[in-house]
């Protein structure tokens, strides 16, 4: 059922009492129900761990598309703590269980966690481009306004300290303000937006700065092979430095023919349209080129390394 496990977490995590999660793909486990999913928590925290939970309590489950199902529990392990527990279905088979373990809490793991490696989950590739196309993606409903996520709650934006430090494996670091990501030269794009949970907006437009021109002013090195982006707020993400340099792709400045609001990113966001909103990271203080995969927040509890639309990669597969 489990044959092994990835021990990961971020920063952004780290900001919610989370010091590790423990990420474990499964196969061969039927989910039809919520009790299903419960029992496979039971057997996959004794498997895991030295522990024997006393009880597993449901907390909540969501639809991610028209195909996953995230089903999450809470197993008490100290007065006041518990380890989480996330099943992630497809279809009907689970296909990992992850566990967040709360800052205080020491459990030793059965055996020693390997290292996530993105390889395999990169491996299917295509060339449709899901940005500028007119059907709507698989697992996807249109909405007529965004919906704003801000799970690590709204920054406060101080402009006059405000900078976007580009760095990394590059030939030249810069920080830039708002003034010079204008004076470097922005251009507009007309895309759909698509969240990993099914919802997408229609046709919204956004200015800014190409990540390509980015790409032409700090010149990564050869062997550059993924973009880590960080966040006012704590959050990040990591896409691979193909996606981050196709064409659509934008450090934005304005939405909809005016400045981002607060909401959306103010003074500036990241926008993939052909990858999952999860990777428009919002509130963007910090892009580093680099030649190693680090997972952000949403990929530390099993979202995808790349995030594709077209090939409806919403989360890891092995």
Request: charged letters at 25%.
């Amino acid at each position: 059922m489990i044959k092994v496990c990835y021990e990961t977490s971020s920063y952004g995590l780290k900001l919610k009492g989370v010091s590790r999660v423990i990420d474990c793909p499964v196969d061969g486990f039927e989910v039809h129900l919520v009790p299903d999913a419960k029992k496979l928590v039971e057997k996959a925290i004794r498997a895991v761990f030295e522990l024997s939970p006393r009880e597993v309590t449901f907390d909540s489950s969501e639809s991610i598309g028209y195909t996953h199902t995230l089903h999450r529990f809470k197993v008490p392990v100290l007065w006041g703590k518990y380890v989480g527990a996330r099943v992630v279905v497809a279809g009907r088979k689970a296909i990992r269980v992850l566990f967040t373990v709360p800052e205080g809490v020491d459990l030793e793991l059965k055996y020693r966690a390997k290292q996530y490696s993105p390889e395999a989950d990169l491996a299917k590739v295509s060339d449709v481009e899901s940005s500028n196309s007119t059907r709507l993606p698989r697992g996807q409903v249109y909405v007529e306004v965004p919906i704003v996520y801000a799970i690590l709650g709204v920054p406060e934006i101080n402009l006059s300290k405000w900078l976007l430090r580009v760095d990394g494996f590059v030939e030249r670091q810069v920080d830039l303000g708002l003034t010079d990501l204008y004076e470097i030269g922005v251009e507009s794009i007309k895309a759909d937006f698509h969240c990993v949970t099914g919802w997408s907006a229609r046709d919204l437009e956004f200015t800014g700065v190409s990540t390509r021109r980015v790409v032409e002013l700090v010149k990564p090195l050869n062997h550059v092979k993924w973009v880590y982006v960080e966040s006012m707020d704590g959050y990040s993400t990591i896409i691979p430095y193909e996606e981050f340099t196709k064409k659509g792709a934008i450090i934005a400045l304005e939405m909809n023919n005016r400045p981002l609001d607060t909401l959306h990113g103010y003074p500036t966001r990241l926008v993939v349209p052909h990858l999952y909103g999860w990777k428009s990271a919002k509130w963007v203080k910090k892009i580093t080129f680099t030649d190693v995969y680090v997972d952000g927040y949403w990929e530390s509890l099993g979202y995808h390394p790349r995030g594709r639309v077209d090939l409806e990669e919403r989360f890891k597969t092995n």
